[in-house]
T-cell receptor, first 113, second 114 residues
Framework: QQQVKQSPQSLIVQKGGISIINCAYE??????FPWYQQFPGKGPALLIA?????SEKKEGRFTISFNKSAKQFSLHIMDSQPGDSATYFC????????????FGTGTRLKVLA | EAGVVQSPRYKIIEKKQPVAFWCNPI?????LYWYLQNLGQGPELLIRYENEEAVDDSQLPKDRFSAERLKGVDSTLKIQPAELGDSAVYLCASSYASATGELFFGEGSRLTVL
């Protein structure tokens, strides 16, 4: 299976709260798991990414948690800010010879001031 | 460094008319992608190029869609004839190589078919 399943579809968080978005995959050929952020009228831009040799990666307020056995990974946004309001996409890419850069369906995040 | 450039940003056409989108990737990026993004959905791959070779076009509706990447740099995506269901944003992205991670996206071309 080449799908990446993302949830929730939308999320409303108070300023300063924690936003959590989840993704699940089935194909064990995937070995790169990025999160992209997209603002209206713009193309997606890489936010943070992880490879399956680590279980967590943190960059500022953004953290990816990766569970290889469960084939799941999640994005945590700490101290969420109104400027974080955007659509977030998880994605997965395969190992050499199996490239298939697949995106999830997106989560629309709104952070209330 | 300039990013991925796409044109036109917006296009409105009548159904059955042809339309073309152009993409100029980041200099030195040998991999180029065309994605389709419907409203409220994630990008869906249409075609991937490694240099001038289309290495994955399995999702490209070849009866009406075509693409080319001359000299392994710029690329053009064409739809002929356009249908109402083709209304969407067409995103171009590039990367150094498929083996690495980050895709760099353009701002997209929004197509409206009337």
């Amino acid at each position: 299976q080449q799908q990446v399943k993302q949830s929730p579809q939308s999320l409303i968080v108070q300023k300063g709260g924690i936003s959590i978005i989840n993704c699940a995959y089935e194909n064990t050929a995937f070995d790169y798991f990025p999160w992209y952020q997209q603002f209206p009228g713009k193309g997606p831009a890489l936010l943070i990414a992880i490879r399956p040799d680590v279980s967590e990666k943190k960059e500022g307020r953004f953290t990816i948690s990766f569970n290889k056995s469960a084939k799941q990974f999640s994005l945590h946004i700490m101290d969420s800010q109104p400027g974080d309001s955007a659509t977030y996409f998880c994605a997965a890419n395969g190992k050499r010879g199996t490239y298939k850069y697949i995106f999830g369906t997106g989560t629309r995040l709104k952070v209330l001031a | 460094e300039a990013g991925v450039v796409q044109s036109p940003r917006y296009k409105i056409i009548e159904k059955k008319q042809p339309v073309a989108f152009w993409c100029n990737p980041i200099s030195g990026h040998n991999t180029l992608y065309w994605y389709l993004q419907n409203l409220g959905q994630g990008p869906e791959l249409l075609i991937r190029y490694e240099n001038e070779e289309a290495v994955d076009d399995s999702q490209l509706p070849k009866d009406r869609f075509s693409a080319e990447r001359l000299k392994g740099v710029d690329s053009t995506l064409k739809i002929q004839p356009a249908e109402l269901g083709d209304s969407a944003v067409y995103l171009c992205a590039s990367s150094y190589a498929s083996a690495t991670g980050e895709l760099f996206f353009g701002e997209g071309s929004r197509l409206t078919v009337l």
